[in-house]
């Protein structure tokens, strides 16, 4: 939901979620250019997991007047709601054999941590903090999920196992933290940071040594999302107040820009081959998920409707 603001605005917006308890829907695919200048559980019941011969989305959207987790299939078919609550959950990540999704949510007041099955049963709380608990990324293994907290005192990165225990802290920096996102084998984590300035994409060890900047420049990036084979990472960067999605090589080198469009691209998930990016666009006059060819060529619509999609989030076997 918020991966789509810098990270000044998020600082700002994770704030004010803090100070209230309310289900406050704003605007989050609109993207208003002053915000993004910144920018071991049960397996699921076998009717719940998504077969080895399909892929499935997971995405974000207040159609239903409330913003909820949904699913649908990779051709934007066969579209589920998986949360009913009256706070707002967003930001899903499907756990690597597709039978959980974790997700945030706004039902105990402040932003925690949370899992379903991926039917949408089975809700459980993992976090439990009066700070904030946000952007939940599940380890190739799925044994442990990265996500970013303020529980002490700052936006930063920890993991914890996937049943909600064994809380490490992996960064520990006054700057902001965010977007944390595993890489293919497990051995290296991404993530968005201001430690120099701009927000840039970092990469770290899992055990939050090693900490490497990939992208630099006067330019705010975010949202990075590691291709399959480990070789790329694509992620949003604001032209101006234009937030368009690039691809640069794990090691820092050949930055690609994939869209080129004077309205707002953002949040872009791999699919499981590695062949297709899903993002999330407003070049149809709204906030829409669509998908194109890992070259930023072919860009199809996956999804059709007035209220807000977004926060996709691919789960497929190649």
Not at 12 to 33: E, H, K, R, W
Not at 102 to 112: G, I, K, L, W
Request: net charge negative.
């Amino acid at each position: 939901m918020w991966r789509m603001l810098g990270l000044g605005a998020l600082a700002v917006v994770a704030a004010l979620v803090a100070g209230c308890g309310g289900s406050g829907q704003g605007p989050a695919g609109t993207a208003p250019s002053a915000l993004t200048s910144v920018l071991t559980q049960p397996l699921a019941p076998a009717g719940d997991l998504p077969s080895s011969s399909t892929e499935s989305i997971a995405f974000v959207s207040n159609r239903s007047g409330n913003t909820e987790v949904h699913t649908m299939d990779a051709d934007g078919s066969a579209i589920k709601r998986l949360t009913k609550d009256l706070a707002v959950d967003w930001d899903p990540a499907w756990s690597p054999d597709g039978s959980t999704i974790a997700f945030c949510s706004m039902r105990t007041v402040n932003s925690e941590i949370f899992v379903m099955s991926s039917g949408g049963a089975g809700v459980t709380q993992l976090t439990d903090n009066p700070a904030i608990d946000l952007n939940p990324a599940w380890s190739p293994d799925g044994t442990r999920i990265a996500f970013v907290s303020t529980r002490r005192g700052n936006h930063d990165i920890y993991t914890m196992k996937a049943g909600g225990t064994g809380i490490r802290r992996l960064t520990n920096n006054p700057a902001l933290d965010l977007f944390p996102a595993w890489s293919p084998d497990g051995t290296k984590i991404a993530f968005v940071s201001n430690r120099s300035g701009d927000a840039s994409i970092y990469v770290m060890k899992a055990d939050g040594t090693g900490v490497v900047r990939l992208t630099k420049g006067t330019v705010d990036d975010s949202a990075p999302a590691w291709s399959p084979d480990g070789t790329r990472i694509a992620f949003q960067r604001n032209h101006s107040g234009n937030v368009e999605i690039h691809a640069i090589g794990a090691d820092g080198t050949g930055s690609t820009r994939l869209t080129h469009n004077p309205t707002l691209d953002a949040e872009p998930t791999w699919s499981p081959d590695g062949t297709r990016i899903a993002f999330v666009s407003n070049r149809f006059g709204n906030s829409e998920v669509c998908v194109m060819d890992a070259d930023g060529t072919g860009v199809t619509r996956l999804t059709h409707n007035p209220a807000i999609d977004e926060s996709p989030a691919w789960w497929g076997i190649p």
